[in-house]
C-alpha cells in the first residue's frame, strides 16, 4: 500500500520515514476496530510482559540480598519514590502506585520502541492522549474529593474587579485543560520526530558516498534517542507528580 | 550534554504550551460557533483567550523554574 500511495522513484533514493508508524492488523487484512489485535496491540503487551518480569518474577524470591534482577526492580521503586515524595509531599506517597505505573509503562514502551523493526508504541497521539487525560482525569477527580467545591477556587480570582474575573475564570478553565494536551503532545512529538529522524538518516544510506556519514549519523541520533526515551518518561511523571500537587494544594 | 538537552526540553515545553493554548481556543470558539450559527465572533474571542491561557501557562512554568534555580543557588552559596 505505502509504494502504491509513494510512487516509484527513480534516483535510487527512497524515503518513507512516517511508514513505521502505520497502524497494522497482526491476522488478515481489513478494517481495523477497536478490538482488533494490531502491532500497537502486540508490543504493548510485550512491554507489559516486561514489566512482569522485571518486577513480579524477578522479585518472586523477596530475598534480603537481592538478586540481579531484584536489585533492578528495587533500583526503580526506589527512583520513582523519591520522586513522588520530593515533588508532592508526604500526603501524595499515597498516590504512589498509579505514577509508578504510568512512569514504567512509558519508561519500557519508550525502550522497546527503540529496538530494531519493533513499533513504538509512544509514538501515537492516541495512546499518549489516553496517558495523558488519564492523569488529568484523576488529578481532578482527586482534587475534588479532597476540597469539594472550593477546588473550583482554583479558577476564581477573589481579588480582582467581578467583569475581569469572568474573564480570567475563562483563561484559567483554558490554560487548565492546556496541561493534559501538551503533556501528551510533547512525549508523542518527541519520540515521533527521533524516529523519522532516524529514518530518514537511513534512507540517505542507499548513496555508496555518504553512507559511512549516514551510518555514524543514524548511531549519533539512536544514542540521543535512548536519552530521549528516558527523559521523556522522567518529565512525563514529574510533571504528573507537578498536576498531583496543584490538587492535593490548590492555590496560586 | 544531559543539561543542554533539559534546556531544549523546557523550551519545547513552553511552546507546546503556546501552541496548546491557542489550538484549544480556536476549538472552543469555532465549537460554540458552530451551534449558535455566528461563525466569526466566538471564534475571535475564543483564539485571544486560548492565547492569554497559553502565555499564562508558559509564564508559570517559566516562573517554575525560576524558583527552582534561585532555590538551588541559594543552597549553594549556604555551602560556602
Not at chain 1, 489485535?37 to 502486540?42: D, E, F, M, Q, S
Not at chain 1, 481532578?140 to 469539594?148: A, D, N, S, W
Not at chain 1, 483554558?174 to 529522524?197: D, T
Not at chain 2, 513552553?14 to 461563525?39: K, N, Q, R, S
Request: net charge neutral.
Amino acid at each position: 500500500m505505502a509504494s502504491e500511495a509513494h510512487g516509484e522513484e527513480t534516483g535510487g533514493l527512497v524515503f518513507h520515514p512516517l511508514d513505521q508508524f502505520i497502524v497494522k492488523p497482526l491476522f488478515g487484512e481489513g478494517p481495523i476496530h477497536w478490538y482488533t489485535i494490531t502491532n500497537v496491540t502486540l508490543w504493548m503487551a510485550i512491554a507489559v510482559l516486561a514489566i512482569v518480569a522485571l518486577f513480579v518474577l524477578g522479585s518472586r524470591g523477596r530475598a534480603i540480598v537481592p538478586t540481579r534482577v531484584q536489585s533492578v526492580g528495587e533500583l526503580f521503586y526506589g527512583f520513582t519514590y523519591k520522586m513522588v515524595e520530593d515533588v508532592t509531599g508526604k500526603d501524595g506517597v499515597k498516590y504512589f502506585p498509579y505514577i509508578m505505573t504510568v512512569f514504567v509503562f512509558i519508561l519500557f514502551a519508550n525502550f522497546l520502541g527503540l529496538v530494531p523493526m519493533s513499533f513504538t508504541t509512544t509514538s501515537h497521539v492516541a495512546v499518549t492522549a489516553v496517558l495523558g487525560f488519564g492523569v488529568f482525569t484523576i488529578v481532578t477527580l482527586i482534587g475534588f474529593y479532597k476540597h469539594g467545591f472550593r477546588f473550583l477556587g482554583l479558577f476564581w480570582m477573589s481579588d480582582a474587579p467581578l467583569i475581569l474575573r469572568l474573564i480570567i475564570a475563562v483563561i484559567e478553565v483554558i490554560s487548565y485543560f492546556v496541561r493534559p494536551v501538551s503533556h501528551s503532545i510533547r512525549l508523542a512529538g518527541n519520540i515521533m520526530a527521533g524516529h523519522a529522524v532516524i529514518k530518514v538518516f537511513a534512507g540517505f544510506a542507499a548513496i555508496a558516498a555518504i553512507s559511512p556519514v549516514s551510518i555514524v549519523a543514524i548511531t549519533a541520533i539512536y544514542g540521543l534517542e535512548v536519552l530521549v526515551a528516558g527523559i521523556q518518561a522522567y518529565v512525563f511523571t514529574i510533571l504528573t507528580c507537578v498536576y498531583l500537587k496543584d490538587a492535593l494544594h490548590p492555590g496560586h | 550534554m544531559k543539561k543542554d538537552y533539559s534546556q531544549a526540553q523546557l523550551a519545547w515545553r513552553m511552546v507546546i504550551e503556546l501552541v496548546a493554548g491557542l489550538g484549544i481556543g480556536f476549538v472552543i470558539g469555532y465549537g460554540l460557533d458552530y451551534f449558535l450559527g455566528t461563525l466569526p465572533i466566538f471564534l475571535v474571542i475564543f483564539i485571544f483567550l486560548g492565547l492569554a491561557a497559553g502565555v499564562k501557562t508558559m509564564m508559570r512554568s517559566a516562573q517554575e523554574v525560576q524558583t527552582k534555580l534561585l532555590a538551588k543557588q541559594a543552597s549553594e552559596n549556604e555551602g560556602n
